[in-house]
């Protein structure tokens, strides 16, 4: 839909998105499975719209006379899926862009908050644990691999078996994976790991995966292992705004150090360089590009 943006009050910010990614919590969501809800609302004479999409970058096209530390010209985050929106400060986060790029802002509150969060409030790692995570190679791994990395942790990295195993083991080695192995070997019964020596006498303080489980009771009695549940939305709603800037601040800045590299991805222009603008066009290529993202 098209909608025109309310007039600026004092409180207020209008925003022009420059770029937002679709992630798999996206399309949960869409799909009704994903437990966070979409807002529904009226947007101009649009009732009960929903809008997709739960993170971005944008820039401040406008600012209200009472809104404080924010400017014409910032980038903030924020999500959904649309060109512009109205917003208060509360809505969004500015953050410090020179040298991190369009692709890894608008990027950055998902996948590498999920695991600098992860690394961070469940164990206290020290410089040479190990640390072992399967689904190694998705946006989240790759962002546990380099934050482990540039915190000197080793981490042990798993990844289904498929005919360029070599080519994806020699990137993620490449971005700071100490250890890469295919599922097929850690089934493999009397397979030798390479890290064995590494951990003895100290073992592996963190465990990461997102399939199911099925946990022993002599593992929790004996071995006093402990099993947490992590979900990013819900930390979110329960830590404060100045909580969330630090860790944003935190990875800003392992960005800008050169430790957390771009993520790999598609990218699509949406209707930028295309003569047909209109509605119709930009929906046709919108399901084009989101089509390729459910594939």
Known sequence: VTYQLPPLTPTTLHIKFLASP??????NQIEGVYPAKPNFRTLGEHEKIAVAGNEGVAQVIGVGDKVENIKVGDWVVMGTWRTHADATSDDVIRIPHEGIGIVRAATLTVNPCSAYRMLKDFVTLKEGDFIIQNGANSGVGQAVIQIAKAWNINTI????DRPNFQELKDFLKSIGATYVISDKDLQAKNHEFEWNKDIEGKGIALAMSRQPLTIPASQLIFQDLRFFG??????????????????LNEIIELIKQGKLKDVVCEENNW??????????????????????ATE
Not at 22 to 27: A, Q, R, T, V
Not at 231 to 242: G, L
């Open 22 to 27: 679709i992630n798999p919590s996206d399309i």
């Open 157 to 160: 990295n798993i990844i289904r």
């Open 230 to 247: 992590y979900w990013m939305a819900r930390w979110n709603k329960e830590n404060p705004k100045a909580k969330r800037i630090e860790m």
């Open 271 to 292: 209707g930028g360089n295309k003569e047909d603008v209109s509605d119709d066009a930009l929906t046709q290529s919108f399901l084009e590009i989101f089509k390729k």
